[in-house]
């Protein structure tokens, strides 16, 4: 291990929570973003348990809509957003392009503490008597009849809103601006092409969400009537208006996931990315066209039917690159070198469950179909598949992997794939009976059900208990590794990006000399660096292509 | 359901086949092997860019037909008015017959239901007839169906609607036709008719006085006014729906008929959803009642003005 | 600490540093539009809903002093494009007495900004502070006009609440100028804060129209 690097370089809280070093800030991030994944999961557990009987097991109707509503604002407000783009993103976007740092450390500091602030806001909202509204904060039910804790709450995710912002400006501007010699934007890896996407539905999304959130919060408190139509408003403006933000909002939880995936089948397979420009492009596609499918969520709210029209097959549309990635994905390990360490388990069960997940939108997103699956218990399970099976196995797959760049360390391996092999099949146990139970009819956010539904729920309950081992199992190894783990070294996979030639952990400047990029990516052929290739003996176990 | 299960299936069955297979095929066999360097193929992108578009437009197509089906309902329907309400349904019979978390509609019949909220947002679903649709405050959402089985069917609640919107259900009760009219007939003691209901109403908020049936006062007469084309001041025109009475009760400055002055007060907050059903149900009880040559608000059928 | 003017340690040259910070503000700009642009959405489609309600309530608000106020802004502005020209060529003094002069003319707007919002208050036309559109007006006429105003504060307040925050700009510049920091070679804080000086500007130009002048009969 380098003797100096960016974790010991500088002592004491103040070097800590003062830094403008885009790694430790990435390190303030997981710290915060693992809080909320707690809470979050705390919420979960609830829910699942109380669901066990058709009456509710554990809490009133009134708390159990409390639970639902904070899982939702905690988990995907302040984990899912963030995660990658601010623990991940933040760690590697510099140092895998061969920058200092971002162009703005300073704002990315302030992107911190407001993420902080807007979670201190939301806690003060869980804390002084809850959130019963949805995550969605349909009006007139939040501005005008809840009798809960909106108001700080909607502050909350006001407030954070502009952490996102900032975090998407940021990253935009690095890409263009601070890429070192020779890295052109088709040299760059695909999660600077996923983060950049991410960056640009940041910055164009998130004000809506806010502006939003600000009139909804002023109609509840003085009284005004944007969405309330006892005043002349119109509740499904306010739908429109969120849901412009929101769904893009799920792409970025997705991208960059994706981006990750990208990265990790590539190094354990040993060999280029099939179809690089096709997964770029992708990205920067879904980007956009994930922009105009927001009325999907609305195709039962009584708005005319050309514009559900329309708004289907934009959805069907946004399928396309998403599709491209998958098959992409699968064509790069015909004929590769494949190990099966943690990472690449990890990737390929994002890609077995995000398929699931994707397929499944195609039912959501066919007319006929959405008038049966509406607001059931099958949204609830695809979109769990992609934020759980696809975004959140993203996120660990993409910590185990870049885990000795970060600490230096490795984890223990055996039990590393144990715990992504629980991960799987708690995950499926989970939520795969909840495509049964929305198809069956039970409809979603219901504190109690008809009796015919328990089985399916009993099951669900039980695989939970599995989940959450295979999350609990990694946040103890991995902080364990952190101490008594093997040293990692510089490049212990080998993989081919730039941040694999810096020390493990980097120093704080990331590199002693600004690299000069003169290889494409993920080029194993020409890296004799990686001390891959032996003179004499075969390097490719299939034959030349 | 069918046809897009099994194209998930295929798709998602082959991918999985494809990963596991080359999983297993292509793993590493001594540690510094390298794997083959491929970095696409034009004809592969483009197959699996096009041929799922293709897919994907099957299946939209196939949606699109029944949700543009599902939003028209057919002509000749049994109206039943179904108002939602935190946490409870009050259905309303063409009689008047109220229910209460029931609904009774006979079998082989079109039914198309009126909905309205007195709150916030709910939906009405039930899951047996593949049928759902929000019930949105503020305006009136349609809905129809076609029962073809005798039996009880739950239906939900399901747009979340605040404390009680689990307990929000109740039973969809088909009848054989000649049971569902006793049923109608046995129980209808102590309801009230809507349309007298809505006479009533009709005098008691003094409608009647701007808006006489000759077409002399100060409102255009309302006879034969449902279901026609209205002509408004700015020239448009607009048919007189049960969402278009509504809106008249509540903010009848929206839509002034051409040739009237805004004189009409608004009734918002003064009634209730139920009594503006009752006024509804009453005004279409004038459709049959002659319309007077001139005091209507009636665009021309030709156009002429 | 960096002093204004010096390389930050991220960047390779001062032109990088420049082109970072100008992108940076022109992404942060876009941002700004989406923002404002949902309450323009908001009001836009609220007016087409009640187009004679809204021009009702749209005659009781001071077209005089938004007038007064447009042309104030603009001359703002180009005392603001004058900074920034004099930091280009070098002339530091005149630089501080434009930048001085935009932060007058700002103020100016603020402060007439607050007699409207006075003559508002008098006549009950507040939103939720006992409103009352006319002595005699009916629910649906007071909630109506009330939407008006609701649209009318909400996107004059966030309008001036950016104000606000460019006049803070434009002292910490004033209090850089005067130390003689901007050179031709280094004026970037005065082109970026131009810049957002003349997007608040562009904002109210589109605010101007579509609350004060759109059927005004």
Same mark, same amino acid.
């Given at each position: 291990m380098p003797r100096e690097h960016y974790l010991n370089a500088t002592y004491g809280i103040r070097s800590w929570l003062l830094t403008t070093d885009h790694k430790r800030i990435a390190?303030?991030?997981?710290?915060?973003?693992?809080?909320?994944?707690?809470?979050?999961?705390?919420?979960?557990?609830?829910?699942?348990?109380?669901?066990?009987?058709?009456?509710?097991?554990?809490?009133?109707?009134?708390?159990?809509?409390?639970?639902?509503?904070?899982?939702?604002?905690?988990?995907?407000?302040?984990?899912?957003?963030?995660?990658?783009?601010?623990?991940?993103?933040?760690?590697?976007?510099?140092?895998?392009?061969?920058?200092?740092?971002?162009?703005? *450390?300073?704002?990315?500091?302030?992107?911190?503490?407001?993420?902080?602030?807007?979670?201190?806001?939301?806690?003060?909202?869980?804390?002084?008597?809850?959130?019963?509204?949805?995550?969605?904060?349909?009006?007139?039910?939040?501005?005008?009849?809840?009798?809960?804790?909106?108001?700080?709450?909607?502050?909350?995710?006001?407030?954070?809103?502009?952490?996102?912002?900032?975090?998407?400006?940021?990253?935009?501007?690095?890409?263009?601006?601070?890429?070192? *010699?020779?890295m052109t934007w088709f040299r760059m890896p695909l999660f600077v092409w996923a983060q950049y996407a991410t960056s640009i539905i940041f910055i164009l999304g998130t004000p809506v969400i806010a502006i939003t959130l600000l009139l909804a919060g002023m109609e509840r408190m003085f009284h005004l009537g944007f969405f309330n139509p006892a005043l002349g408003g119109d509740p499904i403006l306010f739908q429109h208006l969120f849901w412009f933000y929101s769904h893009p909002a799920v792409y970025i939880m997705i991208l960059p996931a994706m981006g990750v995936i990208s990265e990790i089948i590539p190094t354990f397979a040993r060999k280029p990315i099939f179809g690089y420009s096709f997964i770029a492009g992708s990205s920067i596609a879904i980007a956009v066209i994930g922009f105009f499918v927001w009325a999907h969520h609305m195709f039962l709210t009584g708005q005319s039917t050309y514009s559900a029209l329309a708004f289907s097959l934009l959805s069907y549309l946004v399928a396309i690159p998403s599709a491209v990635k998958v098959f992409n994905w699968t064509s790069t390990l015909y004929k590769g070198s494949i190990s099966y360490d943690t990472p690449m388990l990890y990737a390929l069960g994002f890609i077995g469950l995000f398929l699931i997940g994707g397929l499944t939108g195609l039912f959501l997103a066919c007319l006929g179909l959405d008038i049966h699956i509406h607001d059931t218990y099958f949204v609830v399970a695809h979109f769990h598949y992609i934020m759980v099976g696809?975004?959140?196995?993203?996120?660990?797959?993409?910590?185990?992997?870049?885990?000795?760049?970060?600490?230096?360390?490795?984890?223990?391996?055996?039990?590393?794939?144990?715990?992504?092999?629980?991960?799987?099949?708690?995950?499926?146990?989970?939520?795969?009976?909840?495509?049964?139970?929305?198809?069956?009819?039970?409809?979603?956010?219901?504190?109690?059900?008809?009796?015919?539904?328990?089985?399916?729920?009993?099951?669900?309950?039980?695989?939970?208990?599995?989940?959450?081992?295979?999350?609990?199992?990694?946040?103890?190894?991995?902080?364990?590794?952190?101490?008594?783990?093997?040293?990692?070294?510089?490049?212990?996979?080998?993989?081919?990006?730039?941040?694999?030639?810096?020390?493990?952990? *980097? *120093?704080?400047?990331?590199?002693?000399?600004?690299?000069?990029?003169?290889?494409?990516?993920?080029?194993?052929?020409?890296?004799?660096?990686?001390?891959?290739?032996?003179?004499?003996?075969?390097?490719?176990?299939?034959?030349?292509? | 359901m069918v046809y897009i299960t099994?194209?998930?299936?295929?798709?998602?069955?082959?991918?999985?086949?494809?990963?596991?297979?080359?999983?297993?095929?292509?793993?590493?066999?001594?540690?510094?092997?390298?794997?083959?360097?491929?970095?696409?193929?034009?004809?592969?992108?483009?197959?699996?860019?096009?041929?799922?578009?293709?897919?994907?437009?099957?299946?939209?197509?196939?949606?699109?037909?029944?949700?543009?089906?599902?939003?028209?309902?057919?002509?000749?329907?049994?109206?039943?008015?179904?108002?939602?309400?935190?946490?409870?349904?009050?259905?309303?019979?063409?009689?008047?017959?109220?229910?209460?978390?029931?609904?009774?509609?006979?079998?082989?019949?079109d039914v198309k239901l009126i909905l309205a909220s007195e709150d916030v947002i709910h939906d009405f679903s039930v899951p047996a007839f593949r049928v759902k649709m929000d019930v949105v405050p503020g305006h009136y959402n349609t809905m129809w169906f076609r029962p073809t089985k005798v039996g009880r069917y739950h239906f939900f609640c399901s747009q979340y609607c605040g404390t009680n919107h689990s307990l929000m259900g109740g039973w969809v009760t088909v009848m054989e036709p000649t049971d569902y009219a006793a049923w109608l007939?046995?129980?209808?003691?102590?309801?009230?008719?809507?349309?007298?209901?809505?006479?009533?109403?009709?005098?008691?908020?003094?409608?009647?006085?701007?808006?006489?049936?000759?077409?002399?006062?100060?409102?255009?007469?309302?006879?034969?006014?449902?279901?026609?084309?209205?002509?408004?001041?700015?020239?448009?025109?607009?048919?007189?729906?049960?969402?278009?009475?509504r809106e008249s009760i509540l903010d009848p400055k929206a839509k002034i008929v051409a040739g009237y002055q805004p004189l009409m007060p608004s009734f918002q907050g003064q009634m209730t959803e139920e009594q503006i059903l009752n006024l509804t149900a009453y005004i279409k009880s004038l459709q049959s009642q002659p319309v007077p040559a001139t005091g209507s608000g009636i665009a021309p059928a030709t156009g002429k003005k | 600490m960096h002093r204004t003017g010096e390389l930050f340690g991220q960047y390779k040259t001062m032109e990088q540093q420049r082109e970072t910070a100008s992108l940076g503000m022109w992404v942060f700009l876009s941002t700004e539009v989406l923002f404002f642009g949902g309450m323009f959405m908001t009001y836009t489609l609220n007016r087409s809903t009640y187009p004679d309600i809204f021009s009702e309530a749209s005659k009781t608000i001071?077209?005089?002093?938004?007038?007064?106020?447009?042309?104030?802004?603009?001359?703002?502005?180009?005392?603001?494009?004058?900074?920034?020209?004099?930091?280009?060529?070098?002339?530091?003094?005149?630089?501080?007495?434009?930048?001085?002069?935009?932060?007058?003319?700002?103020?100016?707007?603020?402060?007439?900004?607050?007699?409207?919002?006075?003559?508002?208050?008098?006549?009950?036309?507040?939103?939720?502070w006992n409103y009352q559109f006319e002595p005699g007006a009916d629910v649906s006429t007071n909630a109506h006009t009330q939407l008006f105003f609701s649209l009318y504060f909400a996107m004059t307040g966030l309008h001036a609440l950016h104000m606000i925050v460019g006049a803070g700009l434009l002292l910490w510049l004033i209090r850089q100028s005067i130390r003689g920091r901007f050179t031709p070679e280094y004026n970037t804080p005065v082109e970026n804060i131009g810049l957002y000086w003349h997007f608040v500007d562009i904002v109210w130009i589109f605010l101007f129209p579509l609350l004060y002048l759109i059927d005004r009969h």
């Open positions: 390190m303030l991030y997981l710290v915060s973003v693992t809080f909320f994944f707690f809470i979050g999961g705390a919420f979960a557990t609830m829910i699942r348990i109380h669901l066990l009987t058709p009456t509710g097991l554990l809490v009133t109707p009134e708390t159990y809509n409390k639970l639902f509503t904070m899982h939702g604002v905690a988990m995907i407000f302040f984990f899912l957003i963030p995660s990658i783009p601010a623990v991940l993103g933040n760690f590697l976007l510099p140092i895998m392009i061969g920058a200092k740092d971002l162009a703005f *450390p300073k704002i990315n500091l302030l992107s911190w503490y407001i993420y902080l602030i807007g979670g201190g806001f939301v806690l003060y909202s869980f804390s002084t008597g809850g959130l019963d509204t949805g995550w969605t904060f349909y009006t007139p039910l939040s501005s005008v009849y809840s009798n809960s804790a909106v108001t700080p709450a909607v502050i909350g995710v006001f407030i954070n809103g502009f952490s996102s912002i900032l975090t998407g400006l940021n990253f935009i501007v690095t890409v263009h601006t601070m890429r070192a *010699p020779g696809g975004a959140v196995m993203g996120y660990v797959g993409g910590l185990h992997f870049w885990w000795p760049k970060i600490t230096g360390k490795l984890y223990p391996e055996f039990l590393a794939r144990v715990a992504a092999v629980i991960l799987f099949i708690g995950f499926n146990l989970t939520f795969f009976p909840q495509f049964l139970l929305g198809y069956l009819g039970m409809p979603r956010r219901y504190s109690s059900y008809p009796p015919e539904f328990q089985v399916l729920n009993v099951m669900s309950t039980a695989g939970a208990s599995i989940l959450a081992l295979g999350y609990l199992l990694p946040m103890i190894y991995l902080t364990w590794s952190m101490r008594y783990g093997k040293v990692a070294g510089r490049n212990p996979w080998p993989a081919t990006g730039l941040e694999w030639q810096t020390d493990s952990p *980097p *120093p704080t400047e990331n590199f002693d000399v600004t690299p000069e990029v003169t290889w494409e990516p993920y080029d194993y052929e020409n890296r004799p660096d990686l001390g891959l290739a032996i003179e004499g003996a075969p390097t490719h176990a299939h034959g030349d292509d | 099994l194209i998930s299936l295929f798709f998602g069955v082959a991918i999985t086949a494809a990963i596991v297979y080359f999983f297993f095929k292509y793993r590493r066999t001594h540690p510094e092997q390298l794997g083959v360097p491929i970095h696409g193929d034009m004809r592969l992108e483009t197959a699996w860019i096009v041929v799922p578009a293709l897919l994907a437009m099957t299946m939209f197509a196939w949606g699109a037909v029944v949700y543009v089906d599902y939003r028209r309902a057919p002509i000749d329907t049994l109206d039943i008015y179904v108002i939602g309400k935190q946490w409870m349904w009050k259905a309303q019979q063409p009689t008047g017959l109220k229910e209460i978390n029931e609904l009774h509609v006979p079998v082989g019949r007939s046995g129980a209808s003691e102590g309801n009230e008719n809507p349309v007298l209901a809505g006479e009533k109403l009709f005098a008691d908020k003094a409608c009647i006085t701007c808006h006489l049936s000759d077409g002399r006062g100060r409102a255009p007469s309302l006879n034969g006014v449902y279901g026609a084309k209205v002509l408004l001041a700015d020239g448009s025109t607009v048919t007189a729906d049960e969402g278009y009475i | 001071n077209l005089w002093l938004g007038a007064v106020n447009t042309i104030v802004l603009i001359a703002s502005s180009l005392t603001m494009a004058m900074a920034v020209w004099s930091s280009q060529v070098g002339k530091k003094k005149l630089l501080t007495i434009f930048l001085v002069a935009t932060l007058i003319l700002g103020c100016v707007f603020l402060g007439i900004k607050s007699v409207e919002y006075h003559e508002k208050y008098v006549e009950h036309h507040i939103p939720g």
